[in-house]
């Protein structure tokens, strides 16, 4: 068998080798790669960009081949051919073709890809094209990963039809070090300070993984404010250095007094009504710009503090929302001489939720993208829940006294407000897999919420999400993740799905995988709104939830003795540790309910060394970093 290419883009290339790779582990028999110049030259496999020469076949028509996604797998004589609108496509069309030969991808890395044998290389019986329902589908670095899990994170991306890596900070070392550092686990022997140049080359091999991949490269967020000022701008440390009269000057004046917010850098907002602070801002962005072509997305925020806007007399003329305006249509334009094909993404959140009241957005240039970041929503309901909140008339808040929407018809309503001043081309940065897995009872009832927001957002002419997550919450595993990617590209997960999935990842003890999480699922109850689980259920419910946990012991362990394979082996460990998790935090729980403080306090010690005596078993699926601020937080309310 071979594989031919039409295409010289590492995409294609990549799919190339990946069909290789997989056929011969999957039949058997030896794939050979080879060039070639039409279809049909000789019988094989073409994959290719649906422009290439001599291709013979046509990918979807979608709005913008450079940015939408799309392809076609059609047999064409003895031949098949795989073709995609883009290189990345391509490579998606090559997972595809192998995902109905049976293989699955069940969670980042080696040991969650499945690869069934097969009698044969089918070629002949497909025609079928499919094109992507979001243009925006990716996630974004957060927690503390090494560069092996977002190495994983990329390279699963296009397996589930996801399209997007966003690289925070013009550096991503505040992530990085978290885990090379690994402050939160003394038991871990290998520690090292990254300095600001390894952090930089972890960047910049992972900037290599993705464009290998023709995946959308987006960088930065916040911390330009921090830039302009000549400050420390790659993470929210405090900084206790002396800041000159000029400096000083260009910092947002606050309750009289112009200084750092908590002392954070990148939490402090500019004087926007002084030219020399916008024009500092915008040539440290456009500075950037030129020196990163690579950048397909460049986002341009402002502070990650709220109520912290200039209350000066100039400023004060006009509204947050409006300076940011102001900044982003000059930026609009001179971008355009500096990187012509890079586009900018702005937010509405935090005290920017609500639109300008006098400026309007220059859309004329093409690169601005808009992106909704309700960071403060419920995730005990869907977006548009009918039941989280009242139907009401919002009222503008004056500078510096906004209150987050926490009701999620009040977070819809201002996604709504934008709508008359916004690019159509728009995302959500929403926060699914952050911390809110950690709430919601260790989020058994994620994939249920993040099939109605992906819907709730497609319905309010949001086209996607960039999802500000940790790369490590596959904990008890993957299916919630997948949910979301397959939401994304539009296809609903079934029952069917949902049962292959599990008989992938637990074998021949799928149904009992299953019987544990759906069981945990109806006892614990939905979501509850705004409010952490652990603290809102009632006395009754985390008995039953402690109960049913430890009687499902014996199962559990009877499900793992009959796993097969690094996969089943991996999803079984993971189950169980996750049912031992829970018991820690119900006992806890229920300590702290009966003022035995001190019990409590016993458990959440001996859930944090669980937790730290077996991050080498878990670390690819769950981020400890973010799970000991959890317990921490946790044992912190004991008192």
Known sequence: MRVFVLDPSPAVALAAEELARCL?????????IARASRVGSAVGIYVATGKAKGVAVAPPEVEDPEWDDGWTIQSVGQSLVLAGVNPRSTLMACYEYLRRLGAEWLWPGADGECLPRIDEIPLSGFDVSEKAASRHRGVCIEGAPALEHVFDMVEW??????????LQFQVSGYFWRQWYRHDSNPTWSERRNLTDAECAELDEAVVKAIKQRGLVLHRVGHGWTAAALGLPCNGWD???GELSEETQELIAEVGGCRALWDGVPINTELCYSREDARRR???EILEYASRHPEVDVLHVWLSDAVNNHCECAECSRQEPSDWYVTVLNELSRRLRDVAPKMKLAFLAYLDTLWPPRHSKLD??????VYMFAPISRCYGHNLCHVDCGTVRRLERPRVNQMVMPSDNLDNQKLLSLWDSIRPRDCFAY???????WLEDALAVNMPELVVADVADYRAEGVSGIVNCCTQRAFYPNGWAYTVMARSLWGRL?????????????YGEGAPIALDFLEGLNKISGPPVHRLSWWNAADEAMIAGVLAFVMDQRARLEAGRGRAKGNAQTRSWQLILHYRQLLEFLCRATIHRRADRMEEAKVELRLAERFVQTTER???PALDTFLIMQFLTNFREQLG
Do not use: Q, W
Not at 24 to 32: C, D, Q
Not at 496 to 504: M, R
């Open 238 to 240: 405090t900084y206790d």
């Open 24 to 32: 011969e582990a999957m039949s058997g028999v030896p794939v050979k």
């Open 363 to 368: 859309l004329s240039y093409g690169n601005l």
């Open 430 to 436: 929403d926060y699914h897999f952050m911390t809110v």
């Open 281 to 283: 801002l915008i040539e």
């Open 493 to 505: 997960a079934g029952p069917d799905d949902k049962n292959l999935y599990f008989a992938l990842a």
């Open 157 to 166: 991306l296009p397996r589930v039809g996801m399209n997007a890596y966003f």
């Open 617 to 619: 078993d878990t670390a």
